[in-house]
């Protein structure tokens, strides 16, 4: 044993060091350092190995002992093989220390230096396209995006999308990912754009992979982008990422009740790194109206490294409704910490002449933030709000805090304290709080396996969003094979809310100050095939709730009560242009203490929907009151049926210029016998010089054959009023809005000349088309990453530049290919017409398959994304290429031909055995099937020093 003083700093008469204290270093490369020792004393010292990890898979290790003459100094290398056992993270320190065997020296020397791996080497984002074309009627697509560590070290991540704009929403799990070295992971994500028309799509976005850190370790660049008849070459692929232009439109309203001029704006510029101002405008002129204007939704806002500075109307969210005119002031202390002030007057109108709109009251809120890229560490708001309008004054502070953040757990509590008083009037006085949990959990070897945990409650004075609110809500998935998994879910939720008396809770009539909801559910997810998917979902619900109903002048008090078995079924089918999303909710109630209707009886929930390229249909019914409260409209113990259908679609026309939405909804409630018909269309008209016209109509009708009418001197009238079409009082609602935009963005290029590709079936394989040879729609042409689809006349228009050559890919859709031999690329000097022709190609189906290694217990799970190469033996610049699936399996769509093909393993640790096999493809063959056999190359490799 030996009772020792640890020495760092070299200030005795023994120095040990390394050369070099940092080292950056590549996967599969060697790299080394020095350790110096320096004897300062003039006498000979030995030195022992006191303690080490450095030698630990070294190549060449540091000797156990050294001696030192009077004054020496001497230098000893070490080396090292960049692999996965010996770096294991991407900042790793080596050290080692010694030790004096002179016993009148008790100090230990030590040191270190550190080695940081090249980050760059690490994780690929990869996409099979650079750009995502959104369906036409839908607004979605479907992006792959696979997940490759191709380092050394695992590495966990969560991805971020940035530069989304407004009305483009990603569906995918958001959860932490965990990949080992040389493991891959293939995410799943659903991109909608629920703003502006499909077809006026046009969107760069950045999809980020951040570590634990906050720090970037990889990024990917997308274009997303409505798939038409028509696509711009001039722009080059990077341009994409600058900034969106600015946008100004005029509109004139007229709706039932006011007409008005609305001029709307928005934009943004950056200049110089994360410099940035921009702003939102909203101005509305009223004709033949009380009021004259109003200027709301209304900001501007300057954004640097530091600071962000914001001026204008406000909306937030501090656990409180945060919303009117004033500005917003924070600074980043650090890059993760933000301390910032919020100041408002709670008027929602910058600038009105109708006090109707004046709310009046301040609030006063100062937050900090300690926050990276993947989680919040710590968040706090102080926050005092005067409301005028509700006699209130609430004071607030919140604080929410991650407490453990490992791999695959997460928690975090958040809490609440509240002091509201009323005015100075009537003096009342309460104190609120509020408390919760969330924890998380995911399986490291599963993703799809995963829980969460979350208890919240807010006590009924409380004076933020949690008032009266207690909620347990725990839910698990599992997945029990490659297409099934099982979930689990208990929920708890309870509502008892209470208010100061001020005169806005005094007139509150019909609000419920009770409720309560349980439910308990089991659930099944099955994929049976790739187009099929099918869930069950059996639970049972439990509902009560206690109202307020105004009747002969006194509120009427209900107190109800229910409890249902259900069973909710899922349906969803996908293919080719079809799409189908069928749910049906049915379920049992054994008592209903409310007796509309009275218990037991039947109720189904069922909502559908169907899509083909430009129209679709949706479809909802409703037979008996699925939730408590919906008896509340059921007076008089009515029927009860609701029943909704409707057609939707879209339509592109002349050139994609004019593009128009539009849908038709017909509406039934049974409970009280009306009916209702809304038509809402949208339409745009792009002409030149970045200019459009805008229009839209939302309209409804209607009928009423019962409605329930109050009375306070008589109370509640439950006669029927007949309605005729004719009369004067039937409903109607209209909106009708008529404007013109402009975009305020890139001159155009004046050397611009338009290509036009005519897609046709080469019938006789002449290159040339003949009489009867049918046009090709729907036939995707790519060039430079940037695509289009040939519409019915066969066309697929490009705008490019005078003097390059564009040559387009063909993509397989439904196995059309480009005639071998046939000259796709032209040279732009002018408008050009160039005819295309297509063959149909015969499909070849295989798989790779793997050998197991008998040292290797686990298998490689995912196969996708194997490349499968086809060459023409004939000539190689004709080549055919696709992908595998997560098994393995591929099909290749290839003309009649002889071919080479090949499968490129190269990102796995695989080695193909026979890998390059000959096929021919003729007509009188229908099914030739490939197999590559490979092996799993995994093994421990033991290096020694020669």
Not at 54 to 69: F, G, H, Q, R, W
Not at 612 to 640: M, R
Not at 758 to 785: A, W
Request: charged share 20%; glycine share 6%; with cysteine.
């Amino acid at each position: 044993m030996i009772n020792a003083l640890l020495v760092t700093a070299q200030t005795s008469k023994i120095d040990i060091r390394f050369v070099q204290d940092t080292l950056t270093v590549k996967p599969g490369e060697t790299f080394s350092n020095f350790l110096a020792f320096k004897n300062k004393s003039d006498r000979e010292i030995v030195l022992r190995k006191y303690k080490d990890n450095a030698n630990e898979n070294a190549l060449l290790k540091l000797p156990d002992s050294i001696v030192l003459a009077g004054g020496e100094i001497k230098q000893v290398p070490i080396k090292f093989f960049a692999n996965q056992n010996t770096i294991k993270s991407t900042s790793q320190d080596f050290s080692t220390s010694y030790y004096n065997v002179d016993s009148s020296d008790r100090n230990i020397y030590a040191t270190q230096f550190i080695v940081l791996l090249d980050a760059k080497s690490g994780l690929l984002l990869e996409t099979p396209y650079n750009e995502l074309y959104l369906r036409q009627f839908s607004s979605s697509a479907e992006l792959e995006l696979r997940t490759i560590n191709s380092g050394l070290v695992p590495l966990s991540f969560k991805l971020e999308f940035e530069d989304v704009p407004k009305g483009l929403r990603f569906d995918f799990d958001n959860n932490e990912i965990v990949l080992e070295p040389g493991q891959n992971q293939l995410i799943q994500i659903n991109a909608t754009n629920v703003g502006a028309p499909s077809n006026t799509a046009d969107f760069a976005v950045k999809i980020k992979a951040i570590d634990p850190h906050g720090k970037l370790i990889a990024q990917k660049n997308i274009r997303i982008m409505s798939l038409s008849h028509n696509r711009n070459l001039v722009m080059h692929y990077q341009d994409i990422y600058s900034n969106r232009p600015n946008v100004l439109s005029l509109n004139f309203i007229n709706a039932n009740n006011f007409s008005s001029v609305q001029l709307a704006g928005s934009g943004r510029y950056q200049w110089e790194t994360k410099k940035e101002w921009g702003y939102n405008l909203n101005l509305n002129s009223y004709l033949k109206n009380e009021s004259k204007y109003n200027l709301s939704d209304t900001y501007v806002y300057l954004k640097t490294r530091r600071w962000y500075v914001h001026l204008g109307s406000v909306n937030e969210n501090y656990g409180f409704n945060v919303s009117g005119k004033g500005g917003k002031l924070s600074y980043n202390l650090d890059k993760n910490k933000t301390v910032g002030i919020t100041a408002i007057d709670n008027d929602n109108m910058l600038l009105t002449d109708n006090h109707l709109w004046k709310r009046g009251g301040y609030t006063l809120a100062a937050t900090y933030r300690d926050a990276t890229a993947e989680r919040e560490n710590l968040e706090m708001v102080l926050l005092n709000a005067q409301e005028d309008y509700s006699q209130l004054n609430t004071s607030l502070y919140t604080i929410k805090k991650n407490l453990i953040h490992k791999m695959g757990h997460w928690l975090t509590a958040d809490a609440g304290v509240s002091y509201q008083t009323t005015s100075k009037m009537n003096k009342q006085q309460e104190l609120g709080y509020t408390l919760g949990l969330n924890y998380r959990w995911k399986s490291a070897v599963d993703n799809n396996t995963a829980g969460n945990l979350s208890v919240f409650y807010g006590s009924p004075y409380y004076g933020g969003f949690n008032r009266g609110l207690f909620v347990f809500n725990g839910n698990g998935s599992m997945r029990i094979s490659d297409k099934e998994s099982l979930s689990a879910s208990v929920r708890f939720q309870s509502n008892k809310p209470k208010f100061l008396n001020t005169t806005l809770t005094n007139i509150s009539f019909g609000r419920s100050n009770y409720s309560e909801q349980q439910n308990y559910e089991l659930g099944y997810r099955v994929k049976l095939s790739e187009q099929l998917r099918v869930g069950m979902y059996p639970y049972y619900m439990y509902q009560s709730m206690a109202s307020q109903i105004a009747a002969d002048k006194e509120p009427q008090i209900t107190d109800w009560m229910s409890k249902s078995y259900r069973a909710k079924l899922l349906f969803n089918l996908h293919h080719m242009d079809h799409s189908m999303s069928l749910s049906t909710d049915h379920g049992y109630t054994s008592e209903n203490t409310s007796g509309r209707p009275t218990a037991p009886f039947y109720s189904l929930k069922t909502d559908f929907s169907y899509s083909f390229k430009q129209w679709g249909l949706t479809a909802y019914y409703q037979h008996n009151p699925y939730y408590l409260s919906d008896a509340l409209v059921n007076v008089g113990k009515k029927e009860y049926d609701v029943f909704t259908i409707g057609p939707t679609g879209a339509f592109v026309g002349l050139e994609n210029k004019l593009s128009v939405n539009y849908s038709l909804m017909y509406n039934y409630y049974g409970y009280n016998k009306s009916e209702n018909y809304m038509l809402n269309i949208y339409g745009r008209w792009n002409v030149k010089n970045d200019w459009a016209f805008t229009a839209s109509v939302n309209y409804g009708v209607n009928k009423y054959t019962l409605m329930t009418r109050y009375n306070p001197e008589t109370g509640i009238n439950y006669e029927d009023p007949i309605i005729h079409w004719g009369d004067k009082d039937l409903y109607t609602s209209r909106q009708i809005r008529i404007g013109v935009e402009k975009k305020l963005g890139r001159e155009r290029n004046s050397s611009v000349r338009k290509l036009t590709y005519i897609c046709f079936d080469d019938q006789n394989r002449n290159g040339i088309r003949d009489k009867g040879e049918p046009l090709l729609s729907d036939i995707l042409l790519s060039i430079n990453d940037l695509s289009a689809v040939s519409n019915k006349r066969g066309e697929v228009n490009f705008n490019g530049t005078v003097g390059d050559t564009y040559t387009p890919e063909i993509s397989n859709m439904e196995g059309w290919t480009l005639l071998q031999g046939a000259n796709s690329s032209v040279l732009l000097s002018k408008n050009r017409k160039h005819p295309l022709p297509l063959v149909k190609t015969n499909r070849i189906t295989g798989e790779v398959k793997v050998i197991q290694n008998e040292y290797i217990r686990e298998g490689i799970v995912n196969m996708s994304g194997i490349q499968i190469l086809a060459i023409s033996v004939d000539d190689e610049n004709v080549r055919f290429q696709t992908s595998t699936n997560n098994v393995g399996a591929f099909n290749l769509y290839l003309p009649e031909a002889k071919y080479k093909i090949y499968a490129d393993v190269s990102r796995l640790p695989l080695h193909i055995e026979n890998n390059e096999q000959h096929i021919s493809v003729v007509k009188s063959i229908e099914k030739q099937y490939l197999i590559f056999t490979s092996k799993d190359m995994r093994r421990s490799v033991e290096i020694k020093k020669l």
